[in-house]
Structure formats: structure tokens, C-alpha cells
């Protein structure tokens, strides 16, 4: 691999790059982040799919097994799939947090399926009826569409910030 | 990647500073992957551009090209993906921070 790390191309020519030359070259990569921001626009159907598959893995625990473990698998494979579809779609990856908002959405969000889950499994222990279990089905579908909204708006904000914040 | 709020060592980087390796760089900090359509078009590129700087910074290890069969194409096309690599990416960081001295009229790191 080339040594790429120290010299400074316009050593090559003697000549220091002007404050003003690296002023502009630094201002070209916030207007590229704010044009690439534009893009990262989910459409309709991404976090709503996401919403009902999380409503669905979850509430599938109210059916008996098989049955259940099969849609939780299924629910598991579904969602890497309708996210690496997007990404193919679009062509970017939206599963990486840009900076510290979108990184605490994302693990609210896994925080929330989990929570579901644990629910699930607490209200099979304490033998509530099934039908209950749709609540915490429910209230993990509308979590991952609401979350995952503001992910979105969190993500844009973030990769528009530009060359000045880290991720 | 330094964690957020440390400081990054400024070091001037040849390779990533002509002009179109910076934005495709810059483009990548933030994101996983990128493919080449998002990267050209953004940066309002032409295909043979592109590639030629992607080329550059693949052979020294600053990105990964990875290319993926298309779901919307019934030919041979393909999706080319390009990220960032962990040396690229602290390379970067370090360019930049360098960039951002030289702006502020400290140019003891070019």
C-alpha cells in the first residue's frame, strides 16, 4: 500500500496551500452534505413495512407454537430485507447512525422491540389472555414507524452538518 | 475513527486532496455505503471521472468497491458500491482537521 499519510500534494509543487484555497475546498464538502442530505428521503411504504413486521413478530407470540416461532423467524428475515431493498433501491444504506441524534433513536428503537418482546413473554408468564398481547404488538408496529420517521429527519440533519461533525 | 470529541491529529493527505477524492471522501464520512449513480450524481460527476478517482483510492486502500447484481436491471449492469475503509476513514478525519488549520491560517500542517 502507498505511504499516503504525510506529504502534502502541494509539496510536490513548493507551493502552501492557501488559507482561502482550503476555506473553499472545505466549503464544496458542506454543500455536497447538504446535497446528499436531500436524498436520504425513505419513501412512504419503508417505515410502515418495518411498523407492521416489528407488529407482527411481536403479536405472533399470542398464536400457538409453530406457529409463532416460525413468524418470528420469518419477522427476523423480513426486516434485513426490506432494508437492504431499500438501500438497493436508492443506492444508500440508511442503517448507520450519522451522529449522536440518530444513534440515540436507533437504540430507543431496538430498546422498544426488546421491551416489547419482554412484555410478550411477562404476560405469557403471568398467563394474561392472548388477546392482550396484541398491545404490546401494537404499540411496538407505531413505535418503529414514529422512531423511524424521526430517525430519518435526525440522519438528514446530521449528514447536512457537513465536514465540521464527526458521526 | 476517533470517538466523538477527541481531537484528530491534522495530517495532510496527497492522495485524498485533489479535488474530486476530497467530496468522494467527504461524501462517504457519514455513511456506510454509498453507490456510484448516488456518489456521481450528487457530486455531478461523469461516469469515467468517477471512476477514475475511485480507482486511485482503492489502490491505496482508502475505499472498498464492492459490486451487487441490480434488481431493476435486466442486463448485465451492476450496483457498485464504494466505502469508505477504516484507514480511509481516519485519513479523512486527519485531511480535514489539517484543512481546517490551514483555513484558519495556521499552516503548520500542509
Redesign the interface.
Known amino acids: 500500500?502507498?505511504n499516503?499519510?504525510?506529504?502534502?500534494?502541494?509539496?510536490?509543487s513548493h507551493d502552501?496551500?492557501?488559507?482561502a484555497?482550503?476555506?473553499n475546498?472545505?466549503s464544496?464538502?458542506d454543500r455536497?452534505?447538504a446535497?446528499?442530505a436531500e436524498?436520504v428521503i425513505t419513501p412512504w411504504w419503508y417505515h410502515a413495512a418495518l411498523g407492521a413486521i416489528v407488529a407482527l413478530t411481536v403479536g405472533a407470540q399470542a398464536l400457538p407454537q409453530p406457529a409463532a416461532s416460525t413468524l418470528v423467524v420469518l419477522g427476523i428475515l423480513a426486516i434485513p430485507l426490506v432494508m437492504h431493498?431499500y438501500?438497493?433501491?436508492?443506492?444508500?444504506?440508511t442503517?448507520?447512525p450519522?451522529?449522536?441524534r440518530s444513534r440515540r433513536l436507533l437504540l430507543i428503537s431496538v430498546g422498544v422491540l426488546v421491551g416489547a418482546f419482554i412484555a410478550v413473554l411477562a404476560f405469557k408468564l403471568i398467563g394474561i389472555p392472548e388477546v392482550w398481547l396484541l398491545l404490546p404488538a401494537s404499540v411496538a408496529g407505531m413505535a418503529t414507524v414514529a422512531l423511524g420517521r424521526r430517525y430519518d429527519v435526525a440522519l438528514r440533519q446530521?449528514?447536512a452538518e457537513g465536514?465540521?461533525h464527526?458521526? | 475513527m476517533a470517538p466523538q470529541g477527541m481531537k484528530v491529529a491534522p495530517v495532510f493527505n496527497p492522495v485524498i486532496h485533489s479535488p474530486v477524492r476530497l467530496r468522494v471522501c467527504a461524501l462517504m464520512r457519514k455513511m456506510p455505503e454509498l453507490e456510484f449513480s448516488v456518489i456521481r450524481d450528487t457530486l455531478e460527476l461523469t461516469d469515467a471521472h468517477l471512476s477514475k478517482n475511485l480507482r486511485v483510492l482503492s489502490e491505496v486502500g482508502l475505499v472498498t468497491v464492492r459490486k451487487e447484481r441490480s434488481p431493476s436491471r435486466t442486463d448485465s449492469r451492476r450496483l457498485t458500491w464504494v466505502a469508505l475503509t477504516d484507514e480511509g476513514r481516519s485519513a479523512l478525519e486527519a485531511h480535514l482537521a489539517a484543512l481546517a488549520e490551514i483555513a484558519e491560517g495556521n499552516p503548520g500542517s500542509a
Open positions: 500500500m502507498a499516503h499519510s504525510v506529504r502534502p500534494s502541494h509539496s510536490e502552501p496551500l492557501a488559507p484555497d482550503a476555506l475546498a472545505l464544496d464538502l455536497d452534505s446535497n446528499l436524498r431493498s438501500s438497493r433501491r436508492h443506492g444508500l444504506a442503517t448507520q450519522a451522529g449522536p446530521e449528514i465536514w465540521r464527526r458521526a
